[in-house]
């Protein structure tokens, strides 16, 4: 008799996965929402596929591990208990149960972290690639109609022309004049007024004909302006307050009503 199998999940991860990661990927791959996720990973065995034949258990399996979940593979045996098969599928069951359906006209690319499927359930056994076909060296990747159109410009060279080897592409250049002969010229001392120096200032040449110099020791007080008259200030009605008199009346000074701070609790130290 063929053996069956029951596909459990206790919320283990393989190792190198996160438990976050893998619950995410999960999620995707059954479908679930997050209520079915915190059942799944309650710590608990959680009937994923009941009574299933072992290529179906190898599915599940398959698709769990790469996911990153471990598994739990459990024999059953049917013919002592007819009624398994025959009992209402569990929620956890139904999202498998898509999850595990083959996909038509669909390729995906292996995920690096996918462990692969072992042939049987025998512990270490051989892995199976029956389910991978490698095309032969040289085959096309892509089929005809996903093949980019091949563009080509025709470009225009007939106004072009390749010169001589080693011929230049531009007219060579004048030979530059020499340096100019500076034997003649010494340095003079610092500061000294070098002669016949051009300057740039422009010459001023006012027009001065109508001012004269008056003789030595002429006194120039009548061109002082005249003093000031006193301003006829009557003071009759002001005096001068004693020394440390108040100045402001008590209702227009400032009145100081913060308490002064408490520094009992002050001491100085010699």
Known sequence: ME???????????????????????????????????????SGNAQLIKRDCDEATALKYKSAMEKAGAKPILKATNT????????????????IAALAAAPDEGRYSAPDKDAVPVSKGLQKNAEPDFDGIVLAPEGTAALREEERAEPFSREVDT??????????????????????????????GQVGETIPNLVSADTALTPDINAFSLSPRGTDFSDCHLPAAEALPLDLSNLDLASPGADVLEAKYRKQDTKAAPDTDHISLQD
Do not use: C, I, W
């Open 3 to 41: 053996a069956r199998y029951n596909v459990y999940f206790a919320g283990e991860v393989l190792a190198g996965h996160l438990p976050e990661s893998v619950r995410e990927r999960l999620a995707k791959v059954f479908n679930a929402d997050q209520q079915t996720l915190d059942k799944l990973f």
């Open 79 to 94: 013919a002592e208990n007819p009624s398994d098969s025959d009992q209402k599928m569990t929620p956890a069951e139904k």
């Open 158 to 187: 007939t106004g072009l022309a390749v010169d001589a080897a080693a011929e230049r592409l531009s007219e060579e250049l004048p030979t530059p004049p020499p340096a100019p002969d500076t034997s003649h010229l010494d340095m």
